[in-house]
């Protein structure tokens, strides 16, 4: 399974957010995308999850361009944007259940993926009385219903406490070797543990980093 990404273009009136971005990744990768606020990161991972219409491009998988074919988007591809769709009113079991049926959830819940982000801790909790990472967790959960063979999170733990970036990095890790493709963009150096690809976006442009540790000499670059 590969998915490859080539010759994406965005403009906003006369301002170009994108300029021929392109990229590919394998099974069981995962890459980070690096850069500083208003790059274009969130606007690059909508139109690959098919919120927003790219101006060019295409984006393969499996031989299918997914951008002429949105409606084939949410079959193979799990999307986490900044800010949670969760129903404030719910409880997680409610949102759940809006995504799963019962019996589903319930094996999700006890074996799956529901169970290592830990939702099953605050199942009874409705979305305006949960912490951050605890909505982040959700939002996950919601969003790889279908199994989809790739996972694009943004900013998956700003904000977060250490307990629940842990869930959710060991969650991804286990999703990565599990042969998924995990698409990241990010402000945390702890991220780019997960990851054997980063990139900065930069003027509309991807450019391949290699990432050594050295956050300071990657601010820099950003």
């Known amino acids: 399974m590969q998915i490859a990404v080539a010759g994406i273009k965005k403009a906003y009136a006369r301002k170009k957010v994108l300029t021929d971005i392109s990229f590919s990744?394998?099974?069981?990768s995962c890459a980070a995308i690096l850069g500083s606020n208003g790059s274009g990161k969130s606007t690059l991972l909508s139109i690959l999850a098919g919120v927003r219409r790219a101006d060019g491009g295409s984006?393969?998988?499996r031989d299918i361009d997914l951008l002429r074919e949105p409606g084939l988007i949410p079959k193979v591809l799990?999307?986490?944007p900044q800010g949670d769709p969760l129903m404030e009113e719910l409880s997680a079991w409610d949102n759940l259940r809006m995504w799963y049926d019962r019996?589903?959830?319930e094996r999700e819940l006890a074996e799956g993926a529901l169970g290592l982000l830990g939702i099953d801790s605050f199942l009874k909790t409705t979305v305006r009385r949960m912490s951050g990472g605890m909505r982040k967790r959700l939002s996950i959960g919601c969003a790889v219903v279908s199994h989809p063979g790739i996972l694009v999170l943004d900013e998956p733990s700003a904000a977060l406490d250490?307990?629940?970036k842990e869930k959710i990095r060991n969650y991804l890790d286990v999703y990565r070797k599990e042969g998924g493709?995990?698409?990241m963009a990010t402000h945390d150096a702890q991220d780019l543990e997960l990851c054997n690809e980063c990139y900065i976006l930069k003027d509309g442009i991807l450019y391949p980093w290699q990432y050594d540790g050295d956050f300071h000499r990657?601010?820099?670059a950003l």
């Open 59 to 61: 984006f393969l998988y």
């Open 103 to 105: 019996k589903t959830l």
């Open 25 to 28: 990744m394998g099974a069981g």
């Open 78 to 80: 799990g999307y986490v």
């Open 181 to 183: 493709i995990v698409l």
């Open 162 to 164: 250490p307990v629940c």
């Open 218 to 220: 990657l601010a820099e």
